[in-house]
């Protein structure tokens, strides 16, 4: 057993030059019999592989990854994390997720940095301020904090927003999530690496499914690099490729992917305490301990597999970046890339069961997947682990697109996808 | 910027193109009774391939709707297919 991270072991390896610190998780050969397969070794895998053995006491558990771990959307978004949507489905889901994050790091004891900052959405008009306390009211009454804040609120907490009147796009206030905040997206994957490893999970990177297997109409196992593995229950938790991975069980899933672009700048000196977000100009922007502005906006409006955005996407963000605080203007950009996101029709996850037997997805997350890691994986190990769903991830079962009963987050949040 | 062609215009700048949908899909007959699985799939499925594929796209500037294809890994284009016919 590993010694726990602790402020005693960083003064105790202080004087040892660093020479203690052991690994933070194995890297064991694949057994062929598993009691639960986890495809994706990404934040919502590695998390539904911890809660399988922290809460559910399944430890026989493997998770598979193709490339490294935390290497696809986990390490690829804006580390905003917040449970603002409209609708009570919603509310219960990504605030479920925020109330996880609030205690991860003493849980995992692993240090995420989850810094709750707060989240300001921009009011650019009165009709956008009638929707605000709109958006406001439906979020209190799921018991959400949630405030509408007016212009010198704003300016308090973001004074280098351009507050001035002849603005494209004037502030007239903001809704205002102050639980909402920024982590660590890395620390966040090997925190629940780490933990899961610690319970006797098998963490196998390098290894990519080909194929899945089928007995009897059921699905139980999976044919990979590193041979075939098998288990009753097979669980796939691979964002963008979700679609691919579910057409080998037969399945079509209503998912388009999608590439998502992000942005960091230059190191700054601390300018920005929270997190701003502008509906009107696509672009939404916060700054990182390390210095670095954080930048993102909506997706590339093309089907993409392609880990990498096109250029028309970065001048809307860009430009908006410019417009929001025209203080940034001459602030350099030092990298840019994107992820593929896997988006639903009601911009809400898939989170169950599907029709083969011994499969499962966690998917359908779309652009807003790093804030809902814990929940997904919470969610996802109680429908394994109780062969039921729990009554937060009920209303997102992939029936929902033969019944129609949608959850419209798309139109309701204004998501722009 | 990358430049898309269209069967009318001819090469244009991408931002002048809208995606619309993946191209062969047939809406179900709806003189007969339609269930609720082919109904979602049509609404709803969708193939998501990697690679070439044949979308529905639009020209915004002249209106022309036709199929375009194209690679969704590498972004490269292959060719635009008119979906006219001449006028008789």
């Known amino acids: 057993m590993r010694s726990p991270y602790s402020a005693w072991s960083i003064f105790r390896e202080g004087l040892r030059s660093q020479r203690g610190w052991g690994q933070a998780w194995r890297s064991p050969k694949p057994k062929s019999q598993y009691d639960v397969i986890i495809i994706g070794g990404g934040g919502h895998g590695l998390a539904t592989a911890y809660y399988l053995a922290k809460k559910h006491g399944v430890t026989n558990v493997a998770v598979l990854e193709k490339g490294w771990l935390g290497g696809g959307n986990t390490g690829r978004n804006t580390t905003t994390i917040r449970s603002n949507y409209y609708y009570p489905e919603s509310s219960a889901l990504y605030d479920l997720s925020v109330t996880l994050y609030e205690d991860l790091s003493r849980e995992l004891n692993y240090n995420v940095m989850f810094s709750q900052r707060g989240v300001l959405t921009l009011c650019h008009s009165v009709p956008d301020m009638e929707m605000g306390a709109r958006f406001t009211n439906a979020m209190q009454l ?276 | 910027m990358q430049r898309f062609p269209c069967p009318f215009c001819g090469l244009r700048d991408e931002r002048e193109f809208h995606y619309l949908a993946e191209a062969g899909k047939t809406r179900p007959d709806t003189t007969q009774p339609i269930d609720d699985n082919t109904w979602a799939d049509y609404l709803y499925g969708k193939t998501n391939t990697e690679g070439v594929v044949d979308e529905v796209w639009m020209h915004l500037s002249c209106r022309e709707v036709f199929i375009l294809r194209r690679n969704r890994s590498s972004l490269a284009v292959e060719k635009a297919i008119a979906l006219r016919t001449e006028a008789e």
């Open chain 1, 142 to 417: 799921n018991g959400v904090d949630a405030e509408l804040l007016d212009t010198p609120a704003v300016k308090k907490y973001a004074p280098i927003l351009n507050f001035d009147a002849s603005a494209r796009y004037p502030i007239h206030g903001a809704i205002w999530q102050a639980r909402a905040g920024t982590a660590r997206h890395d620390a966040v994957a090997w925190g629940y690496a780490r933990a899961a490893d610690a319970l006797g999970v098998d963490i196998i990177q390098q290894c990519e499914v080909s194929e899945l297997v089928f007995e009897g109409g059921r699905c139980v196992g999976v044919e990979t690099n590193q041979g075939t593995l098998r288990a009753p229950h097979i669980a796939a938790a691979v964002s963008g490729h979700s679609s691919l991975l579910a057409n080998k069980a037969g399945l079509q899933l209503p998912i388009q992917s999608y590439a998502l672009q992000a942005f960091v700048s230059e190191p700054l000196k601390p300018i920005m305490d929270t997190v701003a977000l502008s509906p009107a100009l696509g672009t939404y922007f916060s700054q990182s301990d390390k210095g670095g502005l954080v930048i993102g906006g909506g997706i590339d409006r093309i089907p993409s597999y392609a880990q990498r955005g096109n250029l028309p996407t970065q001048e809307t963000v860009l430009s908006g970046l410019i417009d929001m605080a025209p203080i940034l203007s001459r602030v350099k950009v030092l990298r840019q890339w994107a992820g593929v996101v896997d988006v639903t029709p009601d911009s809400s996850p898939i989170i169950g069961p599907t029709e083969i037997p011994g499969f499962y997805l966690n998917c359908g997350w779309g652009t807003g997947g790093f804030k809902a890691i814990p929940a997904g994986g919470y969610l996802l190990a109680h429908c394994i682990a109780q062969d039921a769903h729990h009554t937060i991830s009920a209303p997102f079962d992939l029936t929902r697109f033969t019944t129609g009963r949608l959850i419209d987050e798309g139109a309701a949040s204004g998501i722009p996808h």
